[in-house]
């Protein structure tokens, strides 16, 4: 499914989302950067990746540490969030943080947002797994504008939030389990606690709204 458009209208704060734009282009020249040393090397792309992705391990003491990794190294919690592996990677989590993030902007505001954001993120995927958790709980009732390709037709169809996201959520974590990310599964505990922040953030916004 490939989402284009929602329903809500009705924001608290009617501000441009400079945060959600400049997320988006982070993501987007932090790929390229990994496509610029991906063409000097494959060795050299493995480094860059293991030095900046989060490992679990690390936090655990598993393992050592790995040598260039950026000191403190819970740094990864954040360098990790810009991190994709593949043009597929990087533009499904861009066409889900164009629709959805701006509406999550417009509810909390530019600093509450990027907080949020950042709070959320378990690698790339998981910052949006706390996006669209945080659009469910502040807009339980919109719906989605959606895209369904099948076999070789393009369909396009309305849709309740909960069921695009719940449908989302199920095929990417299918793939997470064909590709043995065994990792993946903590951005459903990032974005319960997401849910949380965003109730709070909601509520601060519509205060400052009505002030």
Known sequence: ML??????????LQITPWTNYALIA????????ELTIGGQGVS????????YALVPCEYMAHCAIVPGTPTPFWLTLFTSMFLHGGWAH????????????SHIERSMGHL?????YLACGLGASGAISG???AYL????????STLLPISYLVIP???????????????????????????????VSAARLCQAIARLSRSGSMMEAGA
Not at 90 to 101: K, P
């Open 112 to 116: 509450r947002y990027l907080a949020f």
């Open 3 to 12: 989402p284009y458009a929602t329903s809500e209208r009705n924001e608290p």
């Open 157 to 187: 169809i309305r849709l309740p939030a909960w069921l695009m996201i719940a449908g989302w959520r199920g095929v990417l974590g299918a793939c997470r389990w064909l590709c043995d990310r065994g990792y993946a599964h903590l951005a």
């Open 137 to 144: 709980l502040l807009y339980p009732t919109s719906s989605v």
């Open 44 to 51: 050299q792309l493995t480094t860059f990746i293991t030095d």
């Open 26 to 33: 982070a993501n987007v020249l932090v790929f390229l950067y």
């Open 131 to 133: 996006v669209l958790a």
């Open 90 to 101: 990087l533009l499904g989590n861009t066409l889900f943080l164009c629709v959805f993030g």
